[in-house]
T-cell receptor, first 116, second 105 residues
Framework: EAQVTQNPRYLITVTGKKLTVTCSQNMNHEYMSWYRQDPGLGLRQIYYSMNVEVTDKGDVPEGYKVSRKEKRNFPLILESPSPNQTSLYFC???????????????FGSGTRLTVV | RKEVEQDPGPFNVPEGATVAFNCTYSNSASQSFFWYRQDCRKEPKLLMSVYSSGNEDGRFTAQLNRASQYISLLIRDSKLSDSATYLCVVDDMRFGAGTRLTVKP
């Protein structure tokens, strides 16, 4: 089954304790992206990657890191989480925004992160 | 100006009503457009792509107006199950904030 797998689904952590949210897709998609979603603010892009070893900042990259060492994986790293990073996070992948096969994003099920 | 803007709603409509949402975008070079549906606390799911000539899928019709830089989604004969937030997306994967629809009996 074609899917994007995110883990964990739920996470409660303390301020300053490094964490990684994993994201993996099995569709051989070029493009992957991380979003956070907060009430009233919609989906805001954190980082995206057009291909292996190519990553770029989105609208709200501060406090986050990503890596794209393999095509299928795109982990989101919070080196020193803070309470304002409490949010619902989504990973997504697509063939690419200008691909002739572009049929939009497939999303992971989300990670609900609470930083206390 | 935001790159993608939507009326946040909420739209509260009775069952059977026709409802339309618009979404404006700022980049005139944008090439692909989508509507997504998101249920509460779930991941967004692709509802339909929006083609230049407009397209229809059952009760749903999507249209693109390049001159005025907006896309629209029309839902006919609304069902209770259509209650959700509808998100528009343009090709650089910029999401609108979403329009909440509630269909009431």
């Amino acid at each position: 089954e074609a899917q994007v797998t995110q883990n964990p689904r739920y996470l409660i952590t303390v301020t300053g304790k490094k964490l990684t949210v994993t994201c993996s897709q099995n569709m051989n998609h070029e493009y992957m992206s991380w979003y956070r979603q907060d009430p009233g603010l919609g989906l805001r892009q954190i980082y995206y990657s057009m291909n292996v070893e190519v990553t770029d900042k989105g609208d709200v990259p501060e406090g986050y890191k990503v890596s794209r060492k393999e095509k299928r994986n795109f982990p989101l790293i919070l080196e020193s989480p803070s309470p304002n990073q409490t949010s619902l996070y989504f990973c997504a992948s697509s063939p690419g925004p200008r691909s002739s096969d572009n049929y939009g994003y497939t999303f992971g099920s989300g990670t609900r992160l609470t930083v206390v | 100006r935001k790159e993608v803007e939507q009326d946040p709603g909420p739209f509260n409509v009775p069952e059977g009503a026709t409802v339309a949402f618009n979404c404006t975008y700022s980049n005139s070079a944008s090439q692909s457009f989508f509507w997504y549906r998101q249920d509460c606390r779930k991941e967004p799911k692709l509802l339909m792509s929006v083609y230049s000539s407009g397209n229809e899928d059952g009760r749903f019709t999507a249209q693109l107006n390049r001159a005025s830089q907006y896309i629209s989604l029309l839902i006919r004969d609304s069902k209770l199950s259509d209650s959700a937030t509808y998100l528009c997306v343009v090709d650089d994967m910029r999401f609108g904030a979403g329009t909440r629809l509630t269909v009431k009996p």
